[in-house]
């Protein structure tokens, strides 16, 4: 059992040059976090936050900012970043319409903006919108939801 102030002390294989030293946790279970692996927090953030506001219209980008803090304060950088990966492949224009909508919820997440932005800029989306369609040998004519209807839901 390590006694307090004890440290473990990583080394290069090959040099046996020390690369890196942090304490032991004594108790069980216990923690220790060594905050200089962290980064400036905030000026991340900021950054992230300026990125949004280049892909989205500036009442859109501040909006979607809301919710997403909102819904998960915790991870709201890691929100951003993920945002910011999921918006990289559209153009800014494709963008405005989408969140419009995608606004007036209550709460947002990164995963259903993804999936929605793929649904919703898919061709499928785009298609025509088709009431009913003929069904092989004579059956019950296919609804517009059914995956083998062709257009999107009427």
Not at 47 to 56: M, R
Not at 58 to 81: E, H, M, N
Not at 85 to 91: A, D, E
Request: charged letters at 25%; aromatic letters at 8%.
């Amino acid at each position: 059992m390590p006694s307090e102030g004890e440290v473990l002390i990583i080394l290069d294989y090959y040099t046996q040059e020390e690369i890196a030293r942090h304490p032991l946790a004594v108790t069980k279970g216990g923690i220790y976090k060594n905050t200089s692996h962290y980064r400036d927090r905030q000026k991340q953030i900021e950054t992230y936050e300026e990125a949004l506001s280049e892909k989205l219209p500036l009442a859109l980008a501040q909006q979607t900012r809301v919710l997403l803090k909102t819904t998960s304060p915790k991870i709201y950088k890691d929100q951003l970043f993920g945002l910011l990966r999921v918006l990289s492949p559209y153009p800014p224009e494709e963008l405005v319409v989408p969140f419009e909508e995608l606004v007036q919820r209550s709460e947002l997440k990164v995963s259903f903006i993804k999936n929605y932005l793929k649904a919703r800029l898919s061709e499928r989306w785009n298609a025509p919108c088709i009431e009913k369609m003929p069904s092989p040998q004579g059956q019950l004519p296919l609804q517009g939801t059914h995956p083998n209807a062709g257009g999107r839901p009427c």
